[in-house]
């Protein structure tokens, strides 16, 4: 049987997509990538296209989807995910996780050869990396699982890696990863063997390991496909917000004294610039005494600081089984530089530690430059309300309802062990 995968990488700022077809036992492999942050959902899809184009088969051909599912930077993974599942929704096939620091695993077996346990070391940034160790078995060819993906601190790389060498589960010890590039004393440890040159994972090793993973049956329904997360700290509980703390637990003074967005909650000191951003950007704002009481009413509220002054804000209600977004403005000096997807990350954070299910938000229907950043963010179309919103001359606009399903702890249980060939 033929079998042709597609397969996404965008947990970097690298933008990968390969296709992988297997033509009676002769395996054919075709991909290109993009190099460019926070540009990836605007060029996978006409890179997948290219790829079939180039490959001489249509999305009716393919059997599954492949996507890096991380670790790695939260909106990328996303993407990946998103339009994994979109696609195999649409086609009717299953899609197949494969965990982004594997994959490079993959490639420096691919390109060196040998048994060495493969040590992976991802810049997490914030002084931190994404860590894991992987063991090839040279009878069968599969992978195993020495360590799974963590997240470390800088600090604590020597000691993982004595960890590793302690289990005694292999004799020679090969680094990757741009941890090596972003801390250079990585390369100086202590019982490494080699530093191999594989720095980010590539699509063509996703897909690689995911036909390992077609031939042995290990695919997933595309509705328990989720990112794989490491960070078990992306915001504060609800006593340590009280406190006033706020954003992510590690970026600290650190982000801020950078010129580096910091994600904090909303006090009554924000809502002069707050309110004068909503003023900007919409034709019916908030008033800052709707912001005073939204605080009072103790709906989740955060804003974006940036050198001392507010770039962006969020507020959010939370029901008994949804999260609502009510409003996110970004000043139009700080846009286009992801700032509405750090708030709206946080928000869906937030969400998640409540146990909520989803998140839902209104759209004016003439407001496409926004439907266009939900539906990248993972947004889809829900319901209409008819004549939701104020508009000109007394008349009234609709909203477009947009939902997004956030991963449930169940769900990125099932599917955050990813594959291992």
């Not at 699982?145 to 470390?152: G, I, K, M, W």
Request: hydrophobic letters at 45%; proline letters at 4%; charged letters at 20%.
């Amino acid at each position: 049987m033929d079998v042709h995968i597609v397969a996404f990488e965008t947990s970097t700022a690298h933008c990968d997509v390969a296709v992988l077809s297997c033509l009676q036992g002769e395996i054919r492999l075709v991909s290109r990538f993009h190099d460019g942050a926070a540009e990836h959902a605007q060029h996978v899809l006409p890179m997948v296209d290219a790829l079939l184009r180039q490959a001489g088969i249509d999305r009716g051909r393919l059997c599954a989807v492949a996507f890096g599912q991380g670790p790695g930077g939260f909106t990328g993974l996303r993407v990946a995910c998103g339009l994994a599942q979109g696609m195999a929704f649409a086609l009717g096939i299953p899609v197949i996780p494969v965990p982004s620091l594997l994959a490079m695993a993959e490639q420096d077996f691919t390109g060196q050869g040998g048994e060495s346990v493969r040590l992976v070391l991802q810049d997490a940034r914030m002084e931190e990396l994404y860590a894991a160790a992987y063991a090839r078995d040279g009878a069968s060819g599969r992978w195993s699982t020495v360590h799974a993906p963590c997240l470390l601190g800088r600090e604590d790389a020597g000691a993982w890696v004595a960890h590793i060498r302690r289990e005694g589960v292999g004799s020679a010890f090969r680094l990757l990863g741009d941890g090596v590039d972003a801390f250079p004393e990585l390369a100086a440890l202590p019982g490494l063997d080699a530093v191999g040159s594989e720095r980010l994972p590539q699509a063509a090793a996703v897909a690689r390991l995911a036909h390992a993973a077609w031939l042995r049956g290990e695919t997933l329904d595309p509705a328990l496909a989720a990112p794989l997360y490491v960070r078990d700290k992306v915001a504060y509980t609800t006593r340590e917000r009280e406190q006033g703390k706020g954003g992510n637990p590690r970026a600290g003074a650190q982000a801020a004294s950078a010129g580096a967005i910091a994600i904090a909650d909303m006090t009554n000191a924000h809502v002069a610039q707050a309110a004068e951003i909503e003023r900007s950007v919409q034709t019916h704002p908030w008033t800052e005494k709707n912001f005073h009481d939204a605080l009072a009413a103790g709906y989740g509220a955060w804003v974006a600081v940036q050198e001392g002054r507010v770039a962006g804000f969020c507020l959010q209600m939370l029901a008994p089984d949804v999260a609502h977004l009510l409003l996110i403005a970004v000043d139009r000096r700080c846009q286009r530089r992801g700032v509405g997807a750090q708030l709206l990350a946080h928000a869906e954070a937030h969400a998640l530690q409540q146990g909520l299910a989803s998140i839902i938000l209104e759209v004016r229907r003439s407001n496409l430059r926004a439907q266009a950043f939900y539906r990248e963010h993972g947004f889809a179309e829900l319901s209409v309300r008819k004549g939701y919103y104020p508009a000109q001359d007394g008349a009234r606009e609709d909203a477009l309802v947009l939902q997004k399903i956030l991963p449930s702890e169940e769900m990125s249980r099932v599917s955050g062990g990813g594959v291992v060939s």
